[in-house]
């Protein structure tokens, strides 16, 4: 058997498990969700411990990764794109044969080996999307936050090129503002000769899976 030797790289890893998509175009897709550590954004109702983590190498991740039967990866945060060296990593998961997406605030660019790209653009950061923000993603999610949702909506479709765009509630506590985020999806959806929003909803969460 060849014995495979990676780069000296270590990244920061909150988890690495196996489940289905819960959000999003892909709801209910087996993947491996790659967790990494650290944010360059601080969303007070974000819910992930993503400052909490552990230095992985190369070959622990893989070999997790590899524990697992599905053949599609999310890689996701805290903020993956923050990681200048990922696509060493990137590049390892595609010689493997496997199917890549990516969940991104959307502020800095995607590595040119995902597949699908997913990104959830902040409300409570728009000054920051203002002065520059990716320009293509497959889906857009934005969390119904407080301020100009609508607002914020129609600068991302105008920044964002989309195939997919959702609106998802805020959870904060346990609960969520579901009636505020269905009112202003009818609201965008009202619009004349504007993308067409959907509404996401985090079933892995009501169904009690990861």
């Known amino acids: ?59 622990q991740i893989v070999g997790r990764v590899k524990s697992y039967s599905a053949k ?9 794109t923050m990681y200048t060296n990922l696509g060493t990593l990137l590049d390892i998961f595609k010689a493997e044969g496997y199917w890549l997406a990516i969940e991104t605030n959307g502020l800095k660019a995607v590595p040119k ?8 653009p902040k409300l409570m950061y728009q000054e920051k999307y203002q002065r520059e923000c990716i320009s293509f ?37 346990g609960k969520m503002n579901l009636l505020e985020t269905i009112t202003q999806l009818g609201i965008l959806n009202q619009r004349a000769n504007k993308p067409k929003w959907q509404l996401s909803l985090q079933t892995h969460k009501l169904v009690g899976i990861e």
């Open 1 to 59: 058997m060849t014995t495979i030797i990676y780069p000296k790289l270590e990244f920061p890893i909150v988890e690495i498990f196996e489940s289905l998509q819960g959000e999003g175009f892909n709801t209910g897709l087996p993947c491996i969700f790659v967790r990494l550590g650290k944010c360059n954004l601080a969303c007070p109702w974000c819910d992930t411990n993503y400052n909490e983590y552990e230095k992985w190498s190369l070959e």
């Open 72 to 80: 599609n990866i999310i890689v996701t945060g805290g903020e993956p």
């Open 113 to 120: 080996q995902i597949d699908y790209i997913a990104t959830s």
């Open 137 to 173: 993603a497959h889906e857009v999610r934005i969390v119904m936050d407080k301020g100009d949702v609508q607002g914020f909506c129609e600068q991302i479709e105008t920044q964002i090129q989309a195939e997919h765009y959702y609106l998802s509630p805020c959870e904060i506590d």
